[in-house]
Structure formats: structure tokens, C-alpha cells
């Protein structure tokens, strides 16, 4: 049974292959596939497995980033039992089967019905597959939201030569333009949040991603932010910072250069 996992597909190409290959694939819920067009990169992991005497039976974890800054986890159940279309004299294996779930615990009750000689899924709970009280424990921790970040604590700082130094490292042709440097001119306060870091492969090389938040507190009391992105996504691994005045827009630029290959 082949490894589901490539560390250099694309996204795209990786739930094309995910999607379309799923005996269930139509069991899905549309919002969770409609979400996916938006997914910007992805990391796949084994989360068990049991090989044994023509049994094979494997769970994967496919975690995505979404444009929208969110994530979004699918459960891939691959399994063979040795039945169908047998195993030829070669020691081939049979034709591995693959479906997918939006929740654990509906992939480890599929786990659960497989025909008769998939250990670890006994019905007394014995088995690592079944979800005992502390999983149950888990998995309602993990389903519940995460409390607000707490404001930014701002630090008086050189805030307008802070603001005017982001600017002026910006290399994308639509950075933030006079109006906005004009304003920052009357920040007295700032506080910088990394949001997002990641490595992936971009035209064959290993390239780094990183969004930063600058917050800046004005004179008048508002607030204002400048989005850069620090990547090496660039034909010969140089570092370059692109500065946007919106999110979605940084988001938008990280996922473009991702796509470049």
C-alpha cells in the first residue's frame, strides 16, 4: 500500500488526488469542500497504522491553511484487507481502498466496521484505535474555540521612523502609497505580531514565508496596521519583504508566489 504522502505536491494537485480517488468523496460536507478552493498550502502526517499478514490499514491527518487565515483537517482512512483482487504471486498487495472524513471520530468509527481481523479496534475498547474517555477529553479541548487574543500592548518607540522603515523595505509595485505614510506620521506607539511562518517547496527549492502584523496607535487614538510578508520565494533565494495595508491582501500575495512554480 503506497505512502498517500508527498512533500512536493502542490496543493491544488494534492486535493485533486485526495478528492478524487475517495470512495466517499460525495459524503462530504459542501461547505467543507467549498472552503478547500481557498486551501493556500498543506502538511500531511501518518496518524496510525497497523501491517499485518495482508491486513493494511492506515489513518492520515491533511491539515490546510485557508485564505482566510483559518485551517481545516481531513481524515483519510486507506485500507486493504487482502480481498480484493487478492495477492498475486509476485507478493503484490491488493488495490488499496480510501476514504475520507471532516472528523476523527467519524474515520475512527469507519476504522471500526472493517471486516473482521483489523485489531485495535475491539469492541470491549481495548484497542489503541478506540476512542477512550481521554481521547473524548481531547477532542472536546481541541473543539473548543480558542479564547481572544489579548490587545496589543503598544511600546512608544520611534513609532513614525519604525512605519517609515517598513515602507521604505516594501518591493511590491502595490505597497501602501504617500496617503498612508503621511498618516503614519503621526504614530507614537507600535506593536509587531508574526501571524504566520512556513516553509515550503516553491519551483523546486525550499522557500520561507512569514506575515507580520505592524500595529501602530496614532495620535488621534486610532489604530492602523501595515501586513509584510518576508519570503525567498524569488528566482535566486533572496530575501524580499512586500508590505500591504489589508490581510486578505498580504494572504493573497503569499498564495501567489506559493503557486509560482
Keep these: 500500500m503506497n505512502d498517500p504522502i508527498d512533500p512536493y505536491e502542490t496543493t491544488e494537485t494534492h486535493l485533486e488526488r485526495l478528492l478524487g480517488r475517495a470512495l466517499n468523496s460525495f459524503d462530504l460536507p459542501d461547505a467543507t469542500v467549498e472552503r478547500l478552493g481557498s486551501a493556500l498550502t498543506h ?11 495482508g491486513l493494511h490499514r492506515a489513518t492520515y491527518r491533511h491539515t490546510y491553511l485557508l485564505g482566510d487565515g483559518s485551517s481545516l483537517t481531513l481524515w483519510e482512512l486507506v485500507h486493504s484487507n487482502g480481498k480484493d483482487g487478492g495477492t498475486g504471486r509476485d507478493g503484490a498487495e ?31 475498547g481495548s484497542g489503541p484505535g478506540f476512542c ?16 481572544p487574543p489579548p490587545p496589543p500592548m503598544y511600546v512608544p518607540d520611534d513609532s513614525a521612523d519604525h512605519a517609515r522603515r517598513v515602507l521604505r523595505r516594501a518591493e511590491n509595485d502595490n505597497r501602501p502609497g504617500e496617503e498612508t505614510a503621511r498618516r503614519l506620521r503621526a ?32 495620535l488621534d487614538g486610532t ?16 530575501h524580499m519583504c512586500e508590505v500591504y495595508e489589508a490581510e486578505h491582501a498580504a494572504r493573497e500575495a503569499m498564495e501567489l508566489r506559493a503557486r509560482v512554480r
Design 94 to 124: 491488493a488495490r488499496a481502498q480510501y476514504e475520507l472524513y471532516a472528523d476523527e471520530a467519524d474515520a475512527r468509527l469507519a476504522a471500526s466496521r472493517l471486516p473482521a481481523g483489523f485489531p485495535g479496534f475491539a469492541e470491549d
Design 223 to 238: 489604530e492602523t496596521s501595515l501586513w509584510e510578508v518576508e519570503h525567498t520565494a524569488t528566482p535566486d533565494g533572496r
Design 43 to 53: 502538511a500531511s502526517s501518518l496518524h496510525s497504522s497497523h501491517h499485518e499478514a
Design 187 to 218: 504614530a507614537f506607539a507600535h506593536h509587531i505580531t508574526q501571524v504566520f511562518g512556513r516553509q515550503f517547496r516553491v519551483a523546486g527549492k525550499d522557500a520561507g514565508f512569514t506575515l507580520y502584523e505592524h500595529a501602530f496607535l496614532l
Design 132 to 147: 477512550l474517555d481521554a481521547d473524548l477529553e481531547l477532542l472536546a479541548s481541541l473543539m473548543t474555540p480558542p479564547p
